[in-house]
């Protein structure tokens, strides 16, 4: 069985959505970004072949001029523990260093031990960890929310109450975190991501 790392194509989408489909319980997010991915001029998505099969993929993008990120490893639970995940890293390291990138960062779970086994080994160090806070959410609130989610319509005021916020002012205008990317907290990223990036 031979491997091959090389950029993804358009026919491998189908195959992968197939094996990335109950990547956590609540599925995946491959399929929101594939086409992103895949045609983003700041980054490019590689897929793992075996025997002519995509059987992983990785994406790689740019951060800013010298720093990248990698995303989005997955391998088709059929093929792990076979070395594909390290093989994509490395492709992806490759490409960071033709393109010029001093630095490549990833973030991961910190009890994903194949993750972490991969990127320890081939160099990366811990930056900083992070912790997930969950909290149940009772069917039957007591009080009637005030909270609405926003949407398009609602932006003017969103930017109109953060405009006049001192925190905002001084301190926070690069605080929007979606998919652990820093961006702007303006009018147009807010219109972008749809205002709540769920």
């Known amino acids: 069985m ?3 790392i090389r950029f993804a194509e358009e026919q491998d989408k189908t195959k992968v959505l197939e094996f990335t489909a109950h990547t956590w319980e609540q599925g995946d997010y491959i399929q929101y970004v594939w086409d992103d991915w ?26 800013t001029d010298t720093i990248a990120l990698l995303e989005g490893a997955r391998v088709d639970p059929n093929y792990r523990g076979q070395g594909i995940g390290t093989k994509l890293t490395e492709a992806c390291i490759e490409y960071a260093r033709t393109k010029g990138f001093e630095k490549i960062r990833l973030v991961t779970a910190i009890d994903n031990t194949p993750a972490r086994t991969v ?13 997930r806070f969950d909290i149940p959410v009772d069917p ?24 006049n916020s001192d925190v905002y002012r001084l301190k926070c205008k690069r605080t929007m975190m ?21």
């Open 140 to 163: 039957q609130p007591q009080e009637e929310s005030q909270c609405t989610f926003a949407d398009s319509s609602h932006i003017p005021e969103i930017m109109n109450f953060l405009e």
């Open 38 to 63: 895949l045609h983003s001029p700041h980054g490019k998505l590689f897929t793992a072949e075996l025997n002519a099969i995509p059987v992983g993929i990785m994406h790689i993008k740019k951060i």
């Open 119 to 131: 990127a320890e080994r081939l160099g990366f160090g811990v930056h900083s960890s992070w912790l």
């Open 178 to 198: 979606p998919f652990f990317e820093p961006h702007p907290l303006t009018y147009d990223t807010l219109l972008k991501i749809g205002v709540c990036p769920l």
């Open 2 to 4: 031979v491997l091959k």
